[in-house]
């Protein structure tokens, strides 16, 4: 055999990014691109700017660091066009790479960007640059997913025995000399291999590229003949996660030389998984099969007790996973038991998780994978099974569930599955040979006009100089690029989501929401997160009623988790709908206020705008845990606030009042926040009250409110509260002082007082708020201006917590202390004040009532369980 290669991902450095070598092996025509003058280059690259819309424009100049103007596209491009040769040279690289392409592109990056401060939505091209910067690994990744979904599928197999994911990716990475090696003895020393490419996703698949040398001959060439070593690509993945291995190759030897490569070096049996689907079953009988241990024929199947069986959720709040087990007995009486009390059920066959039983005095667990376009797989480690004992379990399986094992398993009898149909559908860049149940999805979508099936033809230049190619319109007689005569045309299959229509799809249903509930649709905001390019377009609701707030986020591709935090640091209810995202990858965008649902489980549903109810009520049930996670997140932000002027710009006065909120609404529940609701209108940023028992000849209730507004200062001087800003406050004041339902709630009939809350303040402003204010207000009213530097509030929020369960026990004297200071004649709340308070309320004999002393129960009980002996 011949001189092993490494693999590209390891011949190849950070350094390499210009590398011809390098190119040459992503299909890139370098060699040609290294031959433009800079004229060339220069005409190219202004082309290529010319055939971009104006967005993607935005997107060169915010990854060129180009500050952001109003110019028009053409005087951006005039600016674009002084960037360096190399700049020039290295967009024409990546836009060749970019040929056929670009869904490719566009996934991955959706995969990977949300690590990254700037996500640029635009452009491939710019993402692929940025992808370059970040690693050349990237390139290679992609490269190599390309070419394993631009293939059909495989033979798949499925493991008797999971492979760990480092293990599965040191083949490639470590053992590549070794698994070659074993391939060509495979072949009797006739074929030579190379590991040529591989890459991992989400930490789980691993993809390889191998070539095959077919051929070694001179080739013809206008500058020197060159030698020839011609390929063959022979692919696989491993899922060490779904115990998954999928090989594409035409030729059978080599699946069963790299199906036997896996089983001799990784102690595991592979079982292939039979190619057609499997559809006859009926859902009702499966359910029953499942919930209450009822097999299909209602006859019970001897020697095969199922005594632990795992679902991946529950109708339980948070939807846990739920386990059953019994070490010797049947546990389906414990599931019906369960199910008949609604603390389980089934919503497809991809709940269940595993199965563990006995049979022949064989003890396996059954494992269920769940394949991308929501096909299901049962399978089970047989190794050390005789043929007939494994033909016997496969009877004994579909004869108790009703459902085989060791074949794909079509999801579509339910609605669920269904669903990931639908995702699934919406991923595809072209249309590839669907099964009937998929093409009657497909139908639909095209139907509702909510997936587009398209050809597109381009017309080219067939000048190997010239890259001219633009979307055919008619025949031309010569090139407009470079005059050649010749010119060829060529056609592309293409699918895409139609996102305008999925939008007004949702929308509708919204609006049925609607009609049918005290929610009303107020608006369609598009918010940005750290920059103008991280735009998310809301539908805001309101409730009329209960004036609660809920937002929904349509997106596709993934979102950083920093922008999650700022979802939930708003403390909103948000529904994420993601297009084209299988359920099994929304798991950990569910936590706090944010509830992620696919498109395609709201579009199968019967009733599809019951979906937003549910999903709001989901929400409400784990309001409280939310809000305390939400508020130690903004409590750790408040407190390492750094000095006013290095604090980050992309930490914005929004950011502050939602980090202030949240830590108010922690200690006073009932706040309320106004300044992101109410955008545009003369408001403050919200207001919260307090109640309390005043103990006396007759006991009290006395009820007070406050309004707050929030003052992030970047520079060394200090907020200025100045002259309009002292308007404002009062005009705040005097309009609250004119609400009902303030004046009747307020022991005062007014509001108590308006707090200013800044991380900075300008201490000259505190008399003359003060000042204006006693001016200003009408006989009677004694609303007070305090101000609230942040660090205190961290301190109060602080000391609050460390002493919630004793403070819980005095709550009328905590009350009663913080309203004295929130109407404090110095005006400023300090730390001094924060101490007396807490000092006051811990002191036992101002308490409200006492707990049992636990240890002393505790120590009780084992002396009386002693002294019975």
Avoid at 392 to 400: C, M
Avoid at 689 to 715: F, M, Q
């Amino acid at each position: 055999m011949s001189t092993v290669l490494s693999p590209i991902n390891k011949l190849f450095k950070e350094n390499d990014k210009e590398n011809t070598k390098f190119w040459r092996y992503m299909g890139v025509a370098i060699d040609r691109i290294n031959e433009y003058s800079e004229i060339s280059c220069d005409i190219k690259y202004k082309s290529t700017l010319k055939s971009l819309s104006i967005d993607e424009i935005e997107d060169f100049e915010g990854i060129l660091g180009i500050e952001e103007n109003d110019l028009s596209k053409d005087d951006k491009i005039k600016g674009l066009c002084e960037e360096s040769y190399e700049t020039k040279k290295q967009i024409l690289i990546l836009k060749d790479f970019l040929s056929r392409k670009k869904k490719s592109v566009v996934s991955y990056y959706n995969s990977v960007s949300e690590k990254y401060d700037v996500i640029y939505l635009n452009s491939p091209i710019i993402q692929l640059k940025q992808l370059l910067e970040d690693s050349i690994l990237h390139i290679i990744s992609l490269y190599t997913l390309h070419n394993w979904l631009n293939k059909g599928t495989g033979n798949i197999f499925s493991l008797s025995k999971s492979i760990g994911y480092t293990k599965a990716l040191d083949l490639p990475s470590k053992e590549s000399k070794h698994f070659v090696d074993e391939l060509h003895k495979k072949s009797k020393q006739s074929n030579n291999y190379r590991v040529f490419a591989y890459t991992s996703k989400e930490n789980s698949k691993v993809f390889v590229i191998l070539y095959r040398q077919v051929n070694d001959s001179s080739i013809p060439d206008f500058d020197e003949p060159f030698r020839n070593k011609e390929v063959v690509p022979i692919m696989f993945k491993i899922n060490t996660e779904e115990g998954i291995l999928e090989v594409k190759s035409k030729f059978i030897s080599e699946i069963n030389w790299i199906k036997e490569y896996i089983e001799e070096n990784f102690n595991t049996t592979l079982t292939e998984i039979k190619p057609d689907l499997f559809k006859e079953y009926d859902s009702d009988v499966v359910r029953s099969a499942f919930l209450e241990g009822v097999s299909p024929s209602g006859n019970e199947i001897d020697d095969f007790t199922i005594n632990k069986i795992s679902f991946r959720s529950s109708p339980l709040i948070n939807s846990p996973r739920v386990s059953f087990a019994l070490e010797n007995g049947d546990v389906f009486p414990s599931v019906k038991d369960a199910w008949s009390k609604d603390c389980l059920d089934l919503e497809s066959i991809k709940d269940i998780e595993s199965i563990s039983f006995k049979s022949h005095s064989v003890r396996r667990t059954i494992k269920s994978t769940i394949f991308d376009d929501g096909n299901i797989l049962f399978s089970v480690d047989d190794s050390g099974m005789d043929i007939e004992t494994k033909r016997q379990l496969e009877d004994k399986f579909i004869q108790k569930f009703g459902i085989p094992l060791n074949k794909l398993i079509t999801n579509t009898k339910f609605m669920v599955g269904k669903a990931d149909v639908t995702d699934y559908l919406l991923t595809l860049s072209s249309k590839k040979e669907l099964t009937e149940i998929e093409a009657d999805i497909f139908d639909k979508l095209k139907k509702d006009n909510i997936i587009q099936e398209s050809v597109e033809e381009n017309i080219y230049c067939k000048n190997a100089e010239c890259e001219y190619t633009e979307t055919y319109q008619g025949d031309i007689a010569q090139c407009p690029s470079c005059g050649y005569s010749l010119l060829g045309r060529e056609k592309y299959e293409l699918l895409a989501p139609l996102n305008l229509n999925i939008r007004s799809y949702i929308k509708r249903l919204i609006s049925t929401f609607c009609d049918l509930s005290n929610w009303e649709l107020r608006g369609e905001p598009e918010k940005s997160f750290y920059s103008k390019n991280n735009k998310y377009k809301f539908f805001n609701l309101v409730n009329n009623s209960s004036g609660e707030s809920f937002q929904i986020l349509i997106h596709q591709g993934s979102i950083q988790n920093k922008i999650l935090e700022k979802i939930n640091r708003s403390l909103t209810p948000t529904v994420i709908i993601f297009v084209g995202v299988s359920e099994k990858h929304l798991s950990k965008y569910n936590n706090h206020c944010i509830f992620p649902v696919n498109f395609g489980r709201i579009y199968n549903m019967s009733n599809p705008a019951d979906i937003f109810k549910q999903i709001y009520e989901s929400i409400e049930h784990r309001s409280k845990s939310y809000l305390s996670s939400v508020a130690n997140k903004s409590f750790e932000i408040l407190k390492n606030l750094p000095v006013p002027q290095e604090i980050d710009k992309n930490y914005s006065p929004t950011d502050f009042e939602d980090d202030v909120f949240n830590v108010l609404k922690d200690i006073f529940p009932n706040a309320d926040k106004w300044g992101s609701s109410m955008t545009g209108k003369e408001v403050p940023e919200g207001i919260f009250t307090i109640n309390y028992n005043v103990h006396g000849p007759a006991e009290n209730r006395e009820k007070y409110v406050y309004s707050y507004d929030c003052k992030l200062n970047k520079n060394h001087k200090g907020y200025d509260l100045a002259k309009d800003e002292q308007r404002k406050a009062f005009d705040y004041v005097e309009m609250l002082n004119q609400v009902s339902h303030i004046t009747r709630y307020s022991t005062k009939k007014q509001l108590s007082s308006h707090i200013f809350i800044s991380n900075n303040f300008n201490e000259n402003n505190f008399h003359t708020m003060s000042e204006y204010f006693y001016k200003k207000l009408p006989i009677g009213y004694d609303t007070r201006p305090i101000f609230l530097p942040v660090d205190v509030l961290v301190y109060f929020h602080s000391e609050y917590r460390k002493n919630y369960f004793r403070l819980r026990n005095s709550r009328n004297t905590f009350m009663q202390l913080v309203h004295k200071a929130l109407i404090t004649d110095k005006m400023v709340i300090d730390k001094y004040t924060v101490d007396d308070i807490i000092s006051e309320s811990l002191d036992e004999d101002l308490a409200d009532f006492k707990d049992i002393n636990i240890i002393k129960v505790k120590k009780g009980v084992l002396d009386k369980i002693k002294k019975r002996g």
